[in-house]
């Protein structure tokens, strides 16, 4: 049989791939990143097939992330800050009425920049928490601004579609703004859930750009956002 290196960050397409290479009959190499990949090639310079960057079946990641370059720039992490600062003092309280404390598990799905994450970190001193996100760059920062938490959180790219995570992994799930801004997030909830523990939370909030209501001015912005910004949402599928 062949030497087959499977290259892909997505754990599930990886697992999927080994599995049918090893199916018939080759051995399977499995990396899951470049710099993984450099080191099997090096170790095994007898590798016959490399197969990377296999993607979803009929779902690239830029359909999994349809605005990843709207949300991967500078500016959109200085309005997550922002956005981080007046929206907690009325979002914390929903975590009060879910009465968790202890030593929990906690996933920030879409967690960007991590200005949300640290938030239950502080309101949970003994959780340990999981960010995760399809960006690099958003994660960067998270981790660059991660000082207060080293070991409390740890953040990672992935795949909301299929995350790493065991069944019945966490007692808290939370997933804020990214719902609206995904394909098919029914997949991504089924993925929640999984990972869920039974009895478990969900802390799921979703923008609805129809709920802004500006005052008119010389332009009306609400009819700004429904005629240009909505209609560009479901031009992509969101």
Wanted: hydrophobic content about 45%.
């Amino acid at each position: 049989g062949l030497k087959v290196l499977v290259v892909e960050d997505v754990a599930l397409i990886r697992m999927t791939t080994v599995d049918m290479v090893e199916a018939l009959g080759h051995q399977a190499l499995e990396a899951g990143d470049g710099i993984q990949a450099l080191a099997l090639v090096e170790a095994n310079p007898d590798i016959d097939v490399m197969l990377a960057d296999l993607g979803l079946p009929g779902m690239s990641g830029s359909d999994r992330n349809p605005q990843a370059e709207q949300m991967g720039d500078e500016s959109m992490a200085r309005n997550l800050a922002h956005q981080a600062e007046a929206i907690w003092p009325q979002e914390q309280g929903l975590f009060d009425r879910y009465a968790l404390s202890g030593a929990l598990r906690i996933l920030d799905l879409g967690c960007g920049t991590g200005e949300i994450t640290r938030r239950p970190a502080t309101r949970f001193p003994r959780a340990a928490l999981a960010g995760v996100d399809i960006l690099e760059g958003n994660l960067a920062i998270a981790r660059r601004d991660n000082m207060p938490f080293p070991d409390r959180i740890e953040y990672e790219r992935g795949d909301a579609f299929a995350l790493r995570f065991d069944d019945a992994d966490f007692d808290l799930v939370v997933c804020r703004h990214m719902s609206q801004a995904v394909p098919d997030f029914p997949l991504v909830l089924a993925e929640i859930t999984r990972v869920l523990k039974p009895g478990g939370w969900l802390h799921l909030l979703s923008e609805d750009y129809g709920m802004l209501h500006m005052p008119v001015g010389e332009r009306d912005p609400d009819r700004f956002w429904n005629e240009n910004a909505v209609a560009f949402l479901r031009s992509i599928g969101c």
